[in-house]
């Protein structure tokens, strides 16, 4: 498992559509992060780097939130 978190700063986020769009915004901002850091930790260990692939954030997210309800 990895956690990544990142320190983001957005004025009247609590309203829903701020709210929406800094949860959907700060996924896809650090994506690319973990994408970096799992391709760069299994290169490190003596074994072919996975690189996990593209997805669409907001998609992802919305479909996650179909599930719970």
Do not use: D, H, M
């Not at 992060?33 to 690189?51: K, M």
């Not at 907001?58 to 719970?68: H, M, P, R």
Request: charged fraction near 15%; charge should be negative.
């Amino acid at each position: 498992s990895i956690k990544l978190s990142g320190a983001f700063q957005l004025n009247g986020w609590e309203n829903e559509e701020n709210n929406t769009l800094a949860t959907e915004n700060t996924a896809a901002i650090l994506f690319p992060f973990i994408r970096s850091l799992v391709a760069t930790v299994t290169a490190n260990t003596s074994v072919p780097p996975y690189i996990l692939p593209v997805f669409n954030v907001s998609a992802w997210l919305e479909e996650n939130e179909k599930k719970k309800s």
